[in-house]
């Protein structure tokens, strides 16, 4: 799990001062549905593991953003375990 703060941009803390939070979440969340291949291809090739569920939230009061990727179950050997 990775979490931030103070993520939003200049543009979108702009926005989100002028009432438009709610526009800027939506456009958060398109973005992240549309890198979500990409973002769980990273994960799985950085750690080896394959991603069983990736989860992505937003607000901007306060400005805080997660981003979750659910690794599969490994072994003792570091492989994937049985059934998983």
Known sequence: MVTLRDSLTKSERTLADHGRGLEVLAMRRAFQETMREDLVAAVE?????????????????????????LLSAVNGNGNRAAGH
């Open 45 to 69: 090739k950085l750690t080896g593991r394959h991603v069983e569920a990736f989860l992505s939230d937003n607000l901007h009061e306060p400005d805080v953003a997660v981003e979750i990727f």
